[in-house]
């Protein structure tokens, strides 16, 4: 079993930044994919970035450029950088981790996002 939790969320001015945290803890070292998804309200959830074990990275076009994604394995956790951030950023930000020998996923309870002035 893998648990995640989120912190960093809050508001903030268009044009600001933020950076997201996420704890595992449990069967961490089973973790082979860590990453980011948001929903937004009315919306499905959709994927912001990805990181793997072997550093492979995807963002979703709507951010590249803008947020950034990073791991340590030392401390269990995964990190987004998010700058020059829009109101359409604005969503609910979960963390989420795959374990590829269970096929399993896990997520994170979410952390709000909100850009407005």
């Known amino acids: 079993q893998v648990q995640l939790v989120e912190s960093g969320g809050g508001l903030v001015q268009p044009g600001g930044s933020l950076r997201l945290s996420c704890a595992a803890s449990g069967s961490i070292f089973s973790i082979n994919v860590m990453g980011w998804y948001r929903q937004a309200p009315g919306k499905q959830r959709e994927l912001v970035a990805m990181i793997g074990s072997g550093t492979i990275i995807n963002y979703a076009d709507s951010v590249k450029g803008r947020f950034t994604i990073s791991r340590d394995n030392a401390k269990n956790a995964v990190y987004l950088q998010m700058n020059s951030l829009k109101p359409e950023d604005t969503a609910v930000y979960y963390c989420?981790?795959?374990?590829?020998?269970?096929?399993?996923?896990?997520w994170g309870q979410g952390t709000q996002v909100t850009v407005s002035s």
């Open positions: 989420y981790g795959y374990v590829a020998t269970t096929k399993s996923s896990y």
